[in-house]
Nanobody, 132 residues
Framework: QAQLVESGGGLVQPGGSLRLSCAAS????????IGWFRRAPGKEREGVSC????????SYVDSVRGRFTLSRDNAKNTVTLQMNSLKPEDSAVYYC?????????????????????????WGQGTQVTVSS
């Protein structure tokens, strides 16, 4: 059974850091782009970052570029989102997903409804709260 499991969320003060992990099982994760998405209360889900299947390409939404770094270890079937200089507006439930590169980068550009058939699997989400 294909599965994505996020971990690493929590409560952090503004300016702090968190590291989110996405562990894949039950499918060939190194053949898929992995994307991170987030949904804040009252807002639509948005694409945050993408990493290609081999890890040689990444994409970030403008609001996190320079603060978030996405990496993957295909030997461990794990993708890691390092989040630094966190702001209150980063508070949301964060999800990882296995999908195509074109679907992920469209979502990061703000077109989350494009290429819906390319979304394969979703994790259950992990809460990130940035507050003093």
């Amino acid at each position: 059974q294909a599965q994505l499991v996020e971990s690493g969320g929590g409560l952090v003060q503004p300016g702090g850091s968190l590291r989110l992990s996405c562990a894949a099982s039950g499918f060939t994760s190194d053949s898929a782009t992995i994307g991170w998405f987030r949904r804040a209360p009252g807002k639509e889900r948005e694409g945050v970052s993408c990493i290609s299947s081999r890890g040689n390409s990444t994409s970030y939404v403008d609001s996190v570029r320079g603060r978030f770094t996405l990496s993957r270890d295909n030997a461990k079937n794990t993708v890691t989102l390092q989040m630094n200089s966190l702001k209150p507006e980063d508070s949301a439930v964060y999800y990882c997903a296995a999908l195509s590169w074109r679907a992920c980068t469209a979502a990061v550009r703000g077109n989350i409804r494009e290429y819906q058939s390319d979304y394969r699997y979703w994790g259950q989400g992990t809460q990130v709260t940035v507050s003093s």
